[in-house]
């Protein structure tokens, strides 16, 4: 009968409560945006690093992560291989060979990460070749070779033109090839697509006279829930002098940042529960203050102080809990369509590309978000009607039945 | 100080001073009076005479500065405000001048309402309050706001919800104030009938010439005093 009564006293002033419902669904739907938006934004930067260039395991000779030179790639392959066989059916395997070098044309020369690719096998880890925008991937030519568009605008370059590339082998002698520009890409960030070209792993061995050797391996597990475990059991398979990194060892700061905003959206969730607590608090004192002379009459029939704060707080959470409802039906109405089609902020193309995110972000909305809206909000209202409730027992029965 | 077991009330040498913009005003002064079971006793007394000081000071919203009032013997000073309510709930039914019924509940659930609060269940409270409403005599008004009905049939729903919990005493301060005579003299009769039929005590405090004819016992307050004390008046 209580909660009856919360629920009518919030359909007394309907004009009132609507606004504070409104108020309250504004901030629901802003809670959640933001945080489908900027969890969308993170995974976004993760998947695209991984999907790029790092994947979700590599596999190097100990102490190349720390300095990825030529001199510790790996020279015997054959214990990373027999490692890896008995989960060839569960992993996609690519290796690679790579260096830093120069890339020159007739106009222009740049330092870029070369990295030498067996093309099959790259397509099923990386995603480089979706990002073909002129001309096509690697074809399986040895002096095939694929730069970015901002590279081939720097070196003055076009399809079919020749570059040279060359870099410094294990002795410290120069080695270089002549190769022809096959493809440009233009990924989702601009920073990588200035600083790295492909081309095929024989022809970088032959230039660098590493044959045989390997700089990683990349293994991506077909389920991406797997990374971890299978990790484990090729560490424990691989002899020690080999290292198998996950992407969070590869790309720590991006999963810290993660980690980070995972907090950082607690301070959000604080800001817009401290502003909703506030205007409960003075929506919830007026509707105290008008019925005044009610909460007198109330405590001369025998109503109890702790069934006036039940009350009083029940009106709150009721206010706060269809606020809340409706918020996240506005919300997931906005958010789920968006999280298949995405939100194109081509207008912010630059400064999205320079952070690796690219121009079109899919919303994330996932349970947790919904259940910290689901919770936070609700009872952000019941803590901002705490002090009207103290206020409304804290009335002298015959005083408060005096008050017209 | 003893108490007479057969008291519902017993007020001793009660004074009660308010502060009017830091002047102290007596609103009672040494009042001494007692309510018997089955009393139908009026208090009356020009305005300020301190009618609704003593009702609220006997209904325990409000406490003397001076003397003491019992309540079933027990005085109810060193009450805690829980207690109170709990005595104001068990004992005691109000009936206010301006009827001051919930407006958000039907006439039904006013009456509900104080079983509600005394943890009575669902059906047995809906099944008392019906039968109250058809005892006096607005049975057809169960579902109706108190928006929707005359001043006479609100203070028929406040006496029912006055009476719902089988109080032992029932405190009216001004109830037909509000009311034509016609239908202030339908009311008192239904509460003499309740006073009568069911034994109910009430106390009223009235300047009402209607009121003060059907007394049992009056008492005429003037200036905070009792100056005359009445019985089968």
Known sequence: MLSRIAWRNILRNKRRSFILILSIMVGVIALVMTDAFSIGMMRQMLTNQIGADAGYIQIHRKGYHDDPALKNSIVNTAPVRAALASDSAFVHISERLRTFGLISSASNSSGVSIVGIIPQEEERITTVHKYIVEGTYLTGKPDDIIISTATAEKLKVGIGDKVVIMASRIGGSVGSEACRVVGLFETFDSGFDQTHVYIPIATVERMLAAGGRVSEFVVNPMDPKQTDSIARQLRSRLPADFEVLTYKQMLPLLVMQIQLYDQIIYIFYAIIAIALIFGIINTMLMAVMERTHEFGIDMAIGMSNKRIVLMILTEAFYLGAVGTIVGLAIALAINIPLSHSGWNLAAFSDSLKSVGIGTVIYPVVGASTVLNAAVIIPLATVIGAVYPAMRAIRLQPVEAIRAS | MNTNASEIVRVDNVRKVYSDNGVPVDALRGINMTVLPGDFSVIAGPSGSGKTTLLNIVGTLDKPTEGAVYLDGEDVASKTRRQLAD???????????????????????????????????????????????????????????????????????????????????VLADEPTANLDSDTAVKLLELMEKLNHEDGITFVFSSHDPQVIGRAHRLLILKDGQIVDDKVNV
């Open chain 2, 87 to 169: 005595i104001r709930l068990r004992k005691i039914g109000f009936v206010f001048q301006a009827y001051n019924l919930n407006p958000v509940l039907s006439a039904l659930e006013n009456v509900e309402f104080t079983m509600m609060l005394r943890g009575i269940d669902a059906a047995e409270r809906k099944r008392k309050s019906l039968a109250l409403l058809e005892e006096l005599g607005i049975g057809e008004l169960a579902r109706k706001r108190p928006n929707e009905m005359s001043g006479g049939q609100q203070q028929r729903v406040a006496i029912a919800r006055a009476i719902s919990n089988d109080p032992r005493l």
